[in-house]
């Protein structure tokens, strides 16, 4: 019976173990997640989204008070189209991550950046084009490409001396947005290094609409790699969604896939950027407790607890100190939802929006408890400790889990010290 480890993906001319850990934004897959998974020979992810604010909270910086202190004028101003960001300061935030997290890698696995067109901050292009010469610049191994189609993306890098050496990625949920982004880059003369093909049971934003529960996986890898095959293009194609056990990885790897990408399970892990608390919520979950909604400003359907804090919250929009929702006009549907309330309740202290999400406030805060569809089975993961708590994992435990597991089993992680003595 064959074990994940028993495969390897190879890009260019390295060969990995074929576990990607998926990014996770904002800093919920940190720097220290993606570097467990690159010290044990895969592939590690951080997140690019809200760098200004991680950078502040890892790298002592000040980016989000000087943006705030800059733009505080315009607080109560629907129009935010003045808030825009300072390129030199999002490139510095971007090389601080990731150089500080270059800096530490160890083993023979890669770092990647994830990075979301959908945070179009005011400036779209301008504002992505910085953020993938940044990574690139400060060292980054690849760059997953995720959230948007990115018709345009590898153009906007074609210039840098990197181009063709970092690993550059796809992440799609058909053959037809594929076929979109493969047409569109053409004129770069570059394929992607490899292709995340991301199904309905997946954490964060889906690419699917409210009818996601009709797609499966397996289906559309397989529609991929056939599309692969009749174009004699040969690209490493990579599933991930709902992939929770080592057998559901190697059914996937005996099928053509070159790898997984995988994050639910390491939500609940010490090194996962999660609060301890949050994590509870995430082991407790049964499967009613889990939905897939629109409040997202960004039109993408998310998942999430139905217990998260962010639902209904009607906060003031926060765009002066984040902002990364805003599109090229420097609108967000949540500020318009938001002013909808206010007018409809001029009495209110604090209204009510149920229909949007202060998404940049809210992830920043871990008030929006995004999720994988599988969320409910963390606790079959874990041992339940005398006070009623579950044990949080580490990164390593879950990935070798992965790697060596057979039938469909999970391992449990060895019951914590002072309780074994
Ligand atoms: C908490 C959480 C946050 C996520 N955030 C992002 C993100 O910022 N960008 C992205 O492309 N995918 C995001 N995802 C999707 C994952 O990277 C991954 O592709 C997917 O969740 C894999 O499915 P699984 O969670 O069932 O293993 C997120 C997933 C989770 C669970």
């Not at 929702?325 to 500020?335: E, F």
């Not at 149920?354 to 805060?365: E, H, I, P, S, Y």
Request: hydrophobic share 40%.
């Amino acid at each position: 019976m064959k074990r994940v480890d028993d495969f390897r993906l190879k890009l260019g001319n390295s060969e990995l173990v074929p576990i990607m850990t998926g990014g996770m934004g904002v800093d919920i897959s940190t720097a220290d997640l993606a570097l467990e998974a690159a010290r044990l020979g895969g592939v590690g992810h951080i997140s690019d989204a809200m760098i200004e604010t991680v950078s502040d909270r890892r790298y002592d910086t000040k980016f989000v008070r000087d943006k705030l202190s800059l733009y505080k004028f315009n607080v109560a101003n629907e129009d935010k189209t003045a808030v825009k960001f300072h390129l030199g300061k999002l490139a510095e935030a971007t090389r601080l991550h990731v150089e500080g997290t270059m800096n530490r890698k160890r083993g023979s696995g890669m770092v990647f950046i994830n990075c979301m067109e959908k945070l179009t901050m005011n400036a779209p292009k301008e504002t992505l084009r910085t953020r993938m010469v940044g990574a690139m610049d400060a060292g980054i191994d690849g760059i997953t490409l995720a959230a948007g189609l990115h018709l345009g993306s590898f153009a906007l890098i074609e210039d840098h001396p990197r181009f063709r050496d970092v690993k550059l990625g796809i992440i799609v949920s058909s053959v037809r947005a594929l076929q979109l982004f493969l047409k569109k880059s053409a004129r770069t003369n570059r394929l992607p290094d490899y292709i995340v093909v991301e199904g309905p049971l997946a954490g964060g934003h889906l690419g699917f609409g409210m009818d996601w529960a009709e797609y499966d996986l397996a289906t559309i890898v397989a529609e991929i790699l056939q599309y692969l095959k009749n174009e004699q293009i040969e690209i490493p194609v990579i599933p991930a969604g709902g992939i929770f056990t080592g057998t559901d990885a190697v059914n996937f790897l005996e099928a053509g896939a070159a790898a997984v990408q995988v994050a639910t399970r390491f939500t609940v892990t010490e090194e996962c950027g999660l609060p301890a608390k949050v994590q509870q919520e995430y082991f407790k979950a049964s499967e009613e407790d889990i939905e897939v909604n629109t409040i997202s400003p960004t039109g993408y359907p998310m998942r999430m607890l139905k217990s998260s804090p962010a639902i209904g919250d009607g906060i003031r929009p926060n765009c002066e100190a984040y902002g990364y929702l805003l599109d090229a006009n420097g609108k967000c549907s949540y500020i318009a939802a938001y002013n909808r309330e206010v007018a409809a309740n001029p009495e209110a202290r604090k209204v009510k929006v149920f229909d949007k999400t202060c998404l940049c406030t809210q992830m920043r805060n871990f008030e929006l408890w995004t999720c994988g569809q599988l969320t409910y089975r963390l606790k079959d993961t874990t041992n339940k400790l005398p006070d009623g708590s579950y044990q949080r994992l580490s990164a390593e435990h879950v990935f070798k889990d992965y790697l060596y597991s057979v039938d469909n089993k999970v391992a449990l992680p060895p019951m914590p010290k002072e309780l074994t003595t």
